[in-house]
């Protein structure tokens, strides 16, 4: 090519017509067309999908109305569509909603699973006519709806993961749908989009915009006011029975739910607690449930329940009233634990919290409390929810021993006894025939049923008179429920008033999430006994307590993993409340402080002066200028015009007079440069510099010619 | 991730909000704009379901407390941001240019080239409609000035590429026109959105007053003035020269003995019987009546048509009005000499005692 027509090319490619053939049939790969249809039915697929998160479907629903798409998928691609007309669209879509009417009020009564299943069928029967930018705008609308509707009716961790695929596919479709939606406006001549506007990169973007997208997202929901309002989660479908937590527990119903791994809570604790306390046992961790105080043999009862409203106090904490017994510790010897408890929907309207339970604080109206320390809410939830336990722990062991003093009267309660135990009576004298004082004798005898008796989940049945003349004379085997029942009987022969507790042992420890996994067979029960001049106290006589939780083979790092992340999901997302925004606020602003304080630390430290006013004033000054600079300079950007470079065709012309022997010098002006040359062409071209260089003018094609064959001209002339 | 971007990502909307509390001021003032936001932004159709079906689930989740769908609310938002972000960088970058051709007659339409180029260093740009600006009130001030612009789409614009596509411009009335620029639009990536960037290129164009045919009767009249360009038809009977043939010529006017000489074709060029002149004066004349400039623009197109129809009838033409000058020439040239000065032609007051008028006079 010639090396000033070379000069002379302009990268470009140029279209006629419209605009748009240029690109047309310049790559292969996969037609637009099957790209689009296919990324549609991912988004109906993302759809689906979440609704199969919902309780309300069938998966055998999900299931059937997944392989239809699928079906669908290959009639589509294989370009087998059904023509549905307008018409016949409505009525079908009209019959569907007659349908799901019927359905609302003669078969399920719940709106969310009828609209569910209506939204679905709509969406199958839309998907068999694909055929318009309306239809498959309608599509998307429909996963959406599905997504909503999935929203409103799961808490369940895969919703994240649902979510995000459907911001991935959602990203894609739309942003192709809208391409093709344009290009079938804006181009005359309707042909199918070019292939090569969905290269990889374009795939590989949209994805990464997904992901930035979802932590856009992630964000913005912390950031989004909340209500103070308390409102509380849905229902959920799967409720957890549980035993042993209602006015009556029958002997032996503790012993099936020992096997049963499901989850009942999670609990968090503030401040983390040193590791020996993590454990369950005397001096660590129960989950205090109810306690119970008449034993007739069979069952124990709760005949001296009495239940009264808690009142809220300033903090919002439903606060236990301070006259009961176990306040009589010593202040000194308390230590507060604040429990962040997650339970399951479980059958029960028991809150847990470690023994002993100072307050409960929750999105509650309100709660009870019982003269036996445990609380209440008025009814079962059946729902997941979050509540905090403030608790107080005793540390018994100091000074207990010493301790002499009269049992209260309202403690004498706590004394009844069934009759025909008078075995058991002579026992229990004989263990603490040489102990003075009641710790000493409930130590001895925690310590003769630990020494003397087994553990086991499945003990024999025997000839006793009674379950616990069974446990204590004959079998001599037996899980909690013995052990704690014979306890507390054991005791009372000897006066010492004595109640027994259900709850859990701590479980399993989650590092990941630094919480306890409580599952039901942590389930235990334990016994509290009154001692006097101290308080109630709790006892544990069964062996193996402290090895219970370990029974079990140890649960692998992936699946504590996994349970971490849905703690994290159901503590940070699903029940994320205004008062978590309000603490994380604070943290913020806690934080910020802290570093502001820490660089002023540092800089008193560096024995720089404290800054004067003025140079305050200065600061603040200096900070606004660059403030207003940047804004103007973002507003103004588009007015500044860019900076202009010497037009190509001066650099050759000068080239060309270079060969000649003519050489520019720095100090002379073009004109004074073409002037000196004298050459009428010379002349000309400077001119048409001056005004393209300075005048923001723009040639002509035919001015680009004209310039070129008067360089040529230069070139053969002579100088 | 391109800071400025992020940072200018809002600025769109803040432009519209503050477009909107200044929109009744500037009605009611019909005052300049002084501030020109960078950006323009308006919802489609889409867009504004989007934004109501946002707000629906906003308040269903401020109402219920569920937070997942809170999270669908964020997840709507993050739509908007990402859409935000992605139309800006669509928008960044693109320059446009035009080239118009050198004489435009108004009602004609023009082809004109636009340029478009992405000056960014790595990403494309998706779906743009160019738009030639339309001028603000301040341009339409002293010469209301109409015009129609085809709009360009561009679906893809690879980083570091131009393309180049060919648009219909209708300018409707004579005069000068100063084109500003092109807004730039996008509905990408979602199509919520409507969001416009201004590209500055700004152009004057000059453009002649419409040309119509000269009716039978006028021209029959003109031919009684003795200027019909009739009897100028047919060559004199003197040989003036003998030079170079060119395609244009007769074949018949060969001159075969120079030709044979020249051992090239020669032809022979005859002198004109009678060197025709014309002169077309205009009185410009600003006159109190109601419907004085229909008729004055009516006057200003049978100037040009005339000068037209002598032009290429092969008389010299000159033109005359109370402001202007050209002296007789004949050719093209002299045509769009005097077109301009049509193209650019205002009444005036005179105290002489003249009505509006065009006159042809032959000399």
Redesign the interface.
Known sequence: MNPVRSLLF???????????S??QETSNGVKFSLYFILISYLVAGAGLLALSLTDAISPLFIVGMGCIVFLNLFLNIKGRTFSISKTLWNIVAVIILAASLADYFFISPSLIEVSTRFLTILMIVKLFDLKTNRDY?VLYVLAFFQ??A???S??SLS?LFV?AL??LT??WA??I???K???EE??AIHKE??R??LDPFFFLATAG?AI???I???S??FV?P??A???L??TTADIIKVSGFSEKVDFGELGPIKLDPTIVMRVGLQPPLPPPLLKGGLGGLYFRGVAFDTYNGTQWQQTIKKLAFLQKNQDGVFAYPTRYDWEQTALSERQVIKQVILLEPIETNVLFATSFGTGIAGNFRNITADNMGSFYLPAPLYSRIEYTAYSVMQSPLKGLQRQQGSIKNSALQYLQLPIGYEEVALLARDITISKKTAFEKAAAIEEYLKKNYRYTLTPRKSAGKNPIEDFLFYTKEGYCEQYATAFAILLRVVGIPTRLVTGFLPGEWNSFGNYFIVRQKDAHSWVEAFMPGFGWTTFDPTPSAEAAGAAAPATSRVTLYIDSMRWRWNRY????SFSDQATLARSVEDKTRSLLLNLKWQSIRKGIAKPKKETIFLGVIVVAIILTTVTVS??????K??SVKTPFFYKALLKVLAKKGKIKQTQETPLEFANAIALPEVEAITKIYYDVRFG?Y?L??REQHNILIQLIDIKKRQI | MNFRLTLAAPLPWLASAANLISKKNRIRKNKIKYFVFPRTLSFTKEGRRFIAMLFIIGIAAINTGNNLLYLVVAMMLSLIIISGILSESTLRGIEVYRTLPRHIFAGMPATAKLTASNGKSFLPSFSLIIEETLPSLRFLKGSAREFTAESAYILKLPAHASLATIQSYTFHKRGLYKLQGFTVKTRFPFGFFLKGRRVKSSIDVLVYPRLKPIKKARSAGLALHGVSPSLLRGQGAHLYNIRDYTPADDSRFIHWKSTAKAAKLMTKEFEQEKKKKVKIVFYNALLPLPDFHDRFEGMVGEAASLTDYYIRSGFEVGFNSLTAEVPCKSGREQLYRILRELAIIEPVTSNKDISLSVKVIGQ
């Open positions: 302009i990268k470009k490619a140029s279209v006629q017509g419209s605009g748009l240029s690109m705008a997504l909503l999935a929203s409103a799961t808490v919703f979510l459907y911001i959602g990203i739309l942003t749908f809208n391409l939606r344009e290009w804006k181009s989009i070019p090569n506007i915009l930035f997208s979802l856009i997202t992630l913005l929901f989004i909340r209500m309002v308390g409102f989660p849905k997302i699903v029940n994320y973002i507003l103004r950007q588009e007015a015009p860019k923001g723009k002509t094609d």
